[in-house]
Each structure stands twice: as structure tokens, then as C-alpha cells.
């Protein structure tokens, strides 16, 4: 009797039924900056998708994409597009942005910005003030976004 569970686990090892798959997807869109560190662009994880921070580059030149907050501001938002496009998401997935700006004197002109990607049912949203950005960007946007296919 006590040979039976030792039995039944050495069928569930021997037919794969115990293997685990990787649940994580590595997701990268060459319409998108490549990263600047030892870093993913996004990863999935089931039906949701981490994006890593995205400067206000220019995906063709790898620099920022002007010197003035509102085009770091929309070209953020494009990068963090085209790696949700990527992966089969859009800006409607969207739960949550993490936005990071050098100046809160900023504030009311990324609203505007963002209103122009974002209209009702907006996604849950911090905006914080710190004192460097990578390659002296003026703003930083994460994301996560969840899909319900």
C-alpha cells in the first residue's frame, strides 16, 4: 500500500505531467530604443506584461529624441507602444504607469500629453520627482499592462 504515492509520482516525473514551464517571455520590439543596461524592454508573465522604463529616445538614433520635456514626453510613450505592440498589447491594456520627471513644474503638460494616449478609464498612475535620469532625459515611463487573451 505504501509503494502506491512513491508509484504515482515516479509516472507523473516520467510523463512531463510534473515539468514546469517557463511562464516568462523575453519581449523586445525594434521600434523601440534597445536597453541601455542589463535590462529586458518587457517581460510577460502569463497574460501580463512588465515594461521596463522608457527614456524619450529616438529608436533610430539612440539619442533623445529633442531637448524639450514634451517630445521626451510623447516619444516615451511611442517606445513604450511600439514594445506593447510587440507583444500583442496596446495602450488599452494598460493598468499602471509609473512616471518619473526631473522637474514637477512639468506636471500639467505631461496631463496633457498623456490625455492625447490615454482617454477614459485611465490606467492607475504614480508621477515623481527625482533628480537624474538616464542619459539626462527629462522624464521616464514604466508600464504594466494586462491582456485577456
Request: proline residues 5%; aromatic residues 8%; charged residues 20%.
Amino acid at each position: 500500500m505504501r509503494k502506491m504515492p512513491l508509484l504515482f509520482l515516479l509516472i507523473l516525473v516520467f510523463t512531463g505531467c510534473s515539468k514546469q514551464t517557463d511562464i516568462r517571455e523575453i519581449i523586445s520590439s525594434p521600434d523601440a530604443p534597445a536597453a541601455i543596461g542589463p535590462y529586458s524592454q518587457a517581460v510577460r508573465a502569463g497574460n501580463t506584461l512588465y515594461l521596463s522604463g522608457q527614456l524619450g529616445l529616438d529608436p533610430a538614433t539612440g539619442k533623445l529624441a529633442g531637448q524639450d520635456f514634451e517630445t521626451q514626453a510623447r516619444q516615451a510613450i511611442k517606445n513604450q507602444k511600439a514594445i506593447l505592440e510587440a507583444a500583442g498589447f496596446s495602450l488599452k491594456d494598460v493598468v499602471q504607469c509609473q512616471v518619473f520627471v526631473t522637474d514637477m513644474k512639468r506636471y500639467p503638460a505631461f496631463n496633457a500629453i498623456y490625455k492625447e494616449y490615454f482617454t477614459g478609464g485611465f490606467p492607475a498612475r504614480a508621477v515623481l520627482e527625482v533628480s537624474r535620469i538616464p542619459a539626462d532625459g527629462l522624464i521616464e515611463i514604466m508600464m504594466t499592462a494586462v491582456h485577456n487573451k
